[in-house]
RNA sequence: UGGGGUAUAGCCAAGUGGUAAGGCAACUGGUUUUGGUCCAGUCAUUCGGGGGUUCGAGUCCCUCUACCCCAUCCA
């Protein structure tokens, strides 16, 4: 993990392995047993698993199994399959948070004897009631008064199954007016007489994910929590719990980023089910769901889910991923790894009425530029099918395929021209009657016809029946909103398509591109010999279909006028900080923004007011205060600074003297802020003086323009961005010290020259 | 409405004051016995809007806007 690019989670890691915080990475994988899994998981199974394996540190599977009213040992199987299919290792054991239920119930009694968990009474209408609003706080039950003794009492009798569902509840004493909802005194463990799939009916009170993730990831070392952002809010109970039970370290942090979601796909647990068991799809592993199951089904490869993952990386901003995407990504794997075979899907009748008898014909299982080895042989005779596609009788403009007047190449055969068209009595197309040309044999044609195409068939003798599934997206529109959006030609069952015998007979592979058509894949649960059934993986890219009937384009990118964004209005000045805006505009003459910024924060303004006492620069003063001091304060508070408005009002004194640049004025204060130093010392002891003799700073220049002879040429065309990157780099050399409008004016000067 | 987040091309996404990476999609052209692959090329004068600081701002400051999450005894 060096030279890769690294996704804002890495860089974390990394930084806390370089700092010493851990030892070694320890990340999880924490699923709650309770549905399948699909890609969205494998994102996150393939950052968790990644992450360890990119920094020689562990990922655990566990199964965050907290509430047994809805958690089933088959989830747990499939879970483990899709990581296991993925490719991951989750070495010597899955964990369960349900193996965690005795040390959990430890951890809740050590906290009642702290005072900071009690039971409480209240049902569940009054906790919602009690627990306040967004905007207005909440209040705390009266049950929070409970002793220790009574609240130790009432928690073991809860455990052994003395009350009823619902009657009583284990809170955390935290806050019931904070302002993340989160904080009101969460609640801990709740009764449930449920009988759990591992654990059985020894328990009757569970606990809350809040209290059991925090301490299941401390328990097993866990290093880095990732969680996905709606846990972002969850984030202080999980600080909370650890800090206030003290637990000694290293202990694990939590991290979120944004779930994956995709285009014309559904990814919630809920809909997922509500496709599933409303029949609207064939089970969990239909491959038209995003279920890990269903593309497996489906044909897809466990790499190309992977570099699908990595490819789309991980970030905090909820996006939405094109499927085209993860489409790319199968063909790209599939492309350099399965054999090219015949299969006619719509098969149309050709008869080689100038051929006679048969012959087998030597057909590379790959093309030129797929360096692999194998091949079959090809029967061929008299009769064949073609697809109905590659013939036309009235062909658009462009069409390179078969048709009366042109002819088209068999691939790995001979090329045939049309001589006859049979159709029906309704005018349908039946049979083409076709002439070969002898010399034209693949590999050895000596004909000198030039055909624009070559065409799948297969022989009408030896073609086995197969059927074909071919999906299409579930649903028609990016972002299905319900069952109305289905797209109701997702699945088309083709059950006389033709395929060429060797498919079945020698069966190269269990993935195979159909030449011309996609990637296809034989059901592994209705496939036999006898009735071949093959999945529809991904298309072929197919720029002819595109130039055909092009898409309806939204509207090609006309230079939009520029929306016009609403301005909300700004919250008035107090009478207060009108006053101080007044006497900075007026008295100082500051700029009204700056004035602005100063006049509405009281302690910038006191700020600003003592550095100017210190050193009469109102101007140059208020800029540092309202940038650069105005960032600190935000950052780390007001409170154990380590600089005062004096240091601030020298460092004034000096950039008004010229003594160091604005530039140079940024390091210093970044370093008075670590270390406190005085302005003058840091610049004394770093030698940051400015330089301004231009005598001094011209060599530079000069060798910054000998060394970069593209990019001056490129600048003397016309490319104006680069000026900054001589003034970039001349500052560089000079270690940020040369005055930049001295070498402004010189780098414009010999630049031009 | 209180709090917590997010905003860079059609879709993802790098970027930590000095030339706006990369992938997908799209579009040219070349190679091709797959209208595939591959190869070459095009595609952001600009980073949600407006101000400010600076020689220089996607990056720092102020402010506004939009979207997401939180008031389950789910996770």
Redesign the pocket.
């Given at each position: 993990m060096s030279e890769t690019?690294?996704?804002?989670l890495r860089?974390i890691v990394e930084e806390d392995l370089k700092a010493g915080k851990y030892e070694a990475v320890h990340t999880r994988f924490?699923?709650?047993p309770?549905g399948f899994p699909h890609i969205g998981h494998a994102k996150s199974i393939v950052l968790n698993f990644g992450i360890a394996r990119d920094f020689n540190g562990q990922c655990n599977l566990r199964m965050?199994?907290?509430?047994p009213?809805?958690?089933d040992m088959k989830y747990v199987e499939a879970l483990k399959d899709a990581v296991k299919w993925l490719g991951f290792d989750w070495g010597k054991k899955v964990y369960f948070?349900s193996d965690y239920f005795g040390k959990l119930y430890d951890y809740a009694v050590e906290l009642i004897k702290m005072e900071k968990a009690y039971v409480?009474?209240?049902?569940?209408?009054?906790?919602?009631?009690y627990?306040?609003?967004?905007?207005?706080p909440?209040r705390r039950s009266k049950y929070a008064q409970r002793s220790v003794e009574e609240n130790l009492d009432l928690f073991e009798r809860m455990k052994n199954g003395e009350f009823e569902?619902?009657?009583?509840?284990l809170r955390a004493k935290i806050d019931m007016a904070?302002?993340?909802?989160?904080m009101?005194d969460?609640?801990l463990y709740?009764?449930?007489h449920a009988s759990h799939y591992r654990v059985g009916e020894g328990w009757h009170v569970?606990?809350?994910?809040?209290?059991?993730?925090c301490l299941s990831d401390y328990m097993e070392g866990i290093t880095h929590s990732l969680c996905?952002?709606?846990?972002?809010?969850?984030?202080?109970i999980y600080d909370w719990v650890i800090e206030t039970l003290g637990l000694k370290p290293p202990r694990p942090y939590q991290y979120?980023f944004?779930r994956l979601?995709?285009?014309y796909t559904v990814m919630s647990k809920r809909k997922l089910l509500e496709l599933v068991e409303g029949g609207y799809v064939n089970g969990w592993d239909d491959p038209r769901l995003p279920t890990i199951a269903g593309y497996k089904r489906r044909g897809y490869t466990p790499e190309s889910i992977i570099t699908f993952c990595e490819?789309?990386?991980?970030?905090?901003?909820?996006?939405?991923?094109?499927v085209?995407?993860?489409?790319?990504?199968i063909?790209?794997d599939l492309?350099?790894k399965v054999p090219?075979v015949m299969c006619v899907l719509d098969p149309l009748k050709v008869t080689i009425e100038n051929y006679e008898g048969s012959e087998l014909l030597d057909a590379s299982y790959?093309?030129?530029?797929?360096p692999k080895e194998g091949s079959r042989k090809l029967p061929f005779s008299k009769e064949i099918y073609i697809d109905r596609n590659?013939f036309s009788e009235h062909?658009?403009k462009?069409?390179?395929?078969l048709t009366p007047e042109q002819p088209v190449?068999?691939?790995?055969?001979?090329?045939i021209a049309c001589k006859e068209v049979v159709k029906d009595a309704e005018g349908n197309i039946v049979e083409i009657k076709a002439e070969y040309y002898p010399d034209?044999?693949?590999?050895?044609?000596t004909s000198g016809i030039k055909?624009?195409?070559?065409?799948?068939w297969v022989d009408a003798a030896s073609a086995k029946k197969a059927e074909v599934r071919v999906y299409d997206r579930l649903f028609k529109c990016e972002a299905p909103e319900g069952l109305d959006d289905l797209n109701p030609d997702s699945l088309k069952v083709i059950k006389n398509a033709l395929i060429e015998p060797a498919v079945i007979e020698e069966k190269p592979d269990v993935r195979f591109?159909?030449?011309?058509?996609g990637y296809f894949y034989a059901d592994p649960v209705d496939y036999s010999d006898e009735n071949p059934v093959f999945n529809k993986i991904v298309g072929?890219?197919?720029?002819?279909?595109?130039?055909?009937k092009?898409?309806p384009?939204?509207a090609k990118?006309q230079?939009q006028p520029?929306?016009?964004?609403?301005?909300?209005?700004?919250?008035p000045m107090s009478a207060e900080e009108q006053g101080r805006y007044d006497r900075f505009t007026h008295e100082y003459k500051l700029?009204?923004?700056?004035a602005?910024?100063l006049a509405?924060?009281e302690k910038l303004s006191h700020f600003f007011d003592e550095a100017v006492a210190a050193h009469e620069s109102p101007?140059?003063i208020?800029?540092?205060v309202?940038?650069?001091v105005?960032?600190v304060?935000?950052?780390n508070g007001t409170d154990s600074l380590t600089f005062g408005a004096k240091e601030v009002a020298e460092l004034a004194k000096m950039l008004d003297e010229e003594t160091i640049?604005?530039?140079i004025a940024?390091q210093v204060f970044e370093e008075m802020t670590a270390t406190g130093k005085a302005p003058e010392t840091i610049v004394e002891e770093k030698g940051l003086k400015q330089i301004s003799n231009p005598a001094e700073i011209a060599p530079i220049i000069d060798d910054v323009i000998a060394k970069?002879p593209?990019?001056v040429a490129?600048y003397r065309d016309g490319?104006?961005?680069?000026?900054?990157?001589?003034?970039?780099?001349v500052?560089?050399a000079t270690g940020?010290k040369a005055n930049?409008?001295v070498?402004?004016d010189l780098v414009r000067e010999k630049l031009e020259a």
């Open positions: 690019k690294k996704d804002f860089a924490p699923p709650e309770n965050d199994d907290t509430d009213t809805k958690e948070t409480d009474s209240l049902n569940e209408e009054e906790i919602r009631e627990r306040g609003t967004v905007t207005e909440g569902e619902g009657a009583h509840v904070s302002p993340n909802m989160k009101r969460p609640l709740r009764i449930r569970y606990p809350m994910y809040d209290f059991a993730h996905t952002l709606e846990f972002e809010n969850n984030r202080d979120e944004a979601n995709m285009n490819q789309i990386g991980v970030a905090k901003a909820n996006s939405t991923v094109d085209a995407q993860l489409e790319f990504c063909r790209d492309n350099t090219r790959y093309p030129h530029d797929v590659d062909p658009p462009g069409y390179y395929r190449r068999l691939k790995h055969a001979y090329i034209s044999k693949s590999g050895s044609d055909v624009r195409s070559a065409i799948q591109q159909f030449e011309r058509e072929l890219k197919d720029s002819w279909a595109k130039k055909e092009p898409k384009q939204p990118k230079k520029k929306p016009v964004q609403k301005e909300g209005e700004v919250a700029n009204p923004e700056v602005n910024t509405r924060d101007v140059t208020a800029n540092i309202a940038n650069d105005a960032r304060f935000k950052e640049s604005s530039k940024k970069n593209d990019n490129k490319n104006q961005k680069l000026f900054g990157f001589f003034v970039g780099q500052l560089k940020g930049p409008k070498v402004n």
